[in-house]
């Protein structure tokens, strides 16, 4: 809508471009219609995507890098912790290398309810991922990990304006 479309890669760009944002939209207007089912407001749906996110990797997260990554204080972190666990979505297990160090991991009932709830979505997906090739889908995977890293770049950008601070226009 708002890209020059003189050539064929200027209509893809475009179209990319507003296929990635009804993408974020649908994804987004998903996620809340599983947080309202389980009483989980938009943070909390943060907060069990960077958990599942960290597991996913194999590196369980921290409060204090939860924290991080959603860009709340240590007090907000520890109320949202709490909460998430006390709701079942989260359980907490010390590190046994360090007693001291904490991480969070899915709670089975969490695990449970997120099945139950994103299979058929999954189900959709494998579907569509399986009428492309394997070298079509290295190709969408190094574009979307791309993607991923510029919206995170971004997203960090903005965190670090501070509201009080005046913009100066660039130059």
């Known amino acids: 809508m708002y890209r020059r479309r003189d050539s064929r890669r200027d209509q893809l760009v475009a ?21 309202g089912l389980h009483g989980l ?26 924290g991080e990554q959603l860009n709340l204080s240590s007090g907000s972190v520890t109320a949202l912790v709490d909460r998430l666990e006390r709701a079942g979505h989260i359980r907490r297990d010390r590190d046994t ?50 993607m991923v890293t510029a919206m995170r770049e971004h997203r960090d950008t903005v965190r670090a304006v501070r509201p009080d601070s005046p913009r100066r226009p660039a130059g």
């Not at 904490?102 to 991922?129: I, K, S």
Request: charged letters at 25%.
């Open 97 to 146: 290398a360090d007693r001291r160090k904490v991480f969070l991991h899915y709670a089975d009932r969490g695990a449970a309810l997120a099945r139950e709830f994103f299979q058929p979505l999954g189900r959709r997906t494998d579907r569509v991922m399986a009428d492309f090739g394997d070298a079509e889908l290295e190709i969408v995977h190094r574009f979307m990990a791309t």
């Open 41 to 66: 407001n938009p943070t909390d749906l943060h907060a069990l995507i960077a958990v599942m996110d960290a597991e996913l990797l194999g590196t369980p997260i921290t409060p204090g890098r939860l």
């Open 15 to 35: 179209e990319i471009t507003n296929d990635l944002r009804r993408y974020s939209v649908d994804a987004q207007h998903i996620g809340h219609a599983f947080a």
